[in-house]
């Protein structure tokens, strides 16, 4: 089948993940990058930055709970929370579902992403007045840079794919800027794409350079992400100075609050390593 013009399409290593649209509804290149809105038939409202898929409101929450809730409840008790990207305050709304957090502070370079969301996905910015949140409009790599050492519990790095501006916060430079940001038992989570389609590129790289940038102990989460390239996506966690763990895995068997796909039963499962990728990491 041949698309029309009423199909977006992420094209992607010789496939295309295509959502059939309703309407074009917003355009606009920043000074950082390019961003596209629309309504779709299946899938809600879709954000595009760059061409590639950011998010949609039908499958959002599987990404911003498991970027958000696994690291928090690996932590002994995460308080000062950075999330660098994450304008569109997604993982923000689900790191302040934690009532131990009490500052999460949102860096994401791009202003236009956030007030573009507070439009069109108003939902993802429920919590963006809670008085815990600091919204910042900067670069992530300059923030941490300057960051007080020993200052932050957890850091969530939920960026654009390692190109353009988010290309320097794949990199060890900034990786060893974190490690000095972050206080005892700190941890750290990345988006690190696709298991079927990034292994070599991103994955295995990722975790080199956070050895190489001195953290303890690296481990890979997994979860479906049907509009992302190859629907399969996965995180990351670094941790300073312990093996990665569920510290807190009775807190997350009574959740404190409302969820729409993590438990602890699904924080268990993703840490699972399939074969391949165990050989290729771990080997
Ligand atoms: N869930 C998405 C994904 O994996 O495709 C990421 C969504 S979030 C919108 C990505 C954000 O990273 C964008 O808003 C972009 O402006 C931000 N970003 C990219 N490079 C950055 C940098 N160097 N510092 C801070 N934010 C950055």
Redesign the pocket.
């Known amino acids: 089948m041949t698309l029309d013009a009423n199909w977006f399409s992420e094209p992607h290593q010789d496939m295309a993940f295509s959502l059939r649209l309703k309407a074009r509804l917003h355009e606009e290149q920043t000074p950082?990058?390019k961003i596209e809105i629309y309504d779709t038939v299946g899938f809600g409202k879709l954000?595009v930055?760059d061409g590639?898929?950011?998010?949609t409101d039908r499958d959002?929450f599987i990404?911003?709970e498991m970027?958000s809730h696994p690291v928090l409840f690996s932590h002994p008790d995460p308080k000062n929370v950075l999330i660098?990207?994450?304008?569109?305050c997604?993982?923000l709304r689900e790191v302040l579902k934690h009532d131990g957090v009490q500052h999460a502070t949102q860096?994401?370079?791009?202003e236009r992403?956030?007030r573009l969301?507070e439009k069109y996905f108003p939902q993802l910015c429920d919590s963006n007045d809670d008085p815990r949140a600091r919204l910042l409009f900067?670069?992530?790599?300059a923030?941490v840079k300057n960051a007080e050492p020993g200052s932050i519990d957890v850091i969530i790095i939920?960026?654009?794919?390692p190109v353009?501006?988010?290309?320097?916060?794949f990199s060890t430079a900034f990786y060893k800027d974190c490690l000095r940001a972050l206080g005892r038992d700190g941890l750290l989570v990345q988006?690190s794409?696709s298991p079927l389609l990034h292994t070599d590129s991103i994955i295995r790289p990722m975790h080199d350079s956070l050895r190489g940038a001195g953290f303890l102990d690296v481990m890979t989460l997994h979860f479906p992400q049907a509009s992302?390239p190859s629907g399969w996506?996965t995180a990351s966690i670094a941790s300073k100075d312990a093996t990665v763990c569920f510290h807190r895995e009775e807190a997350a068997e009574e959740l404190a609050f409302p969820t729409e796909y993590y438990n602890a039963a699904i924080h268990r499962a993703a840490g699972a390593t399939p074969e391949f990728l165990r050989r290729k990491l771990f080997a």
């Open positions: 950082f990058q954000m930055i590639c898929v950011m998010l959002n990404y911003h970027m660098i990207g994450g304008g569109d997604g993982t860096v994401d370079i791009d992403v956030t969301s900067d670069d992530g790599i923030h939920d960026s654009t794919d353009g501006p988010a290309e320097g916060l988006q794409e992302y996506w």
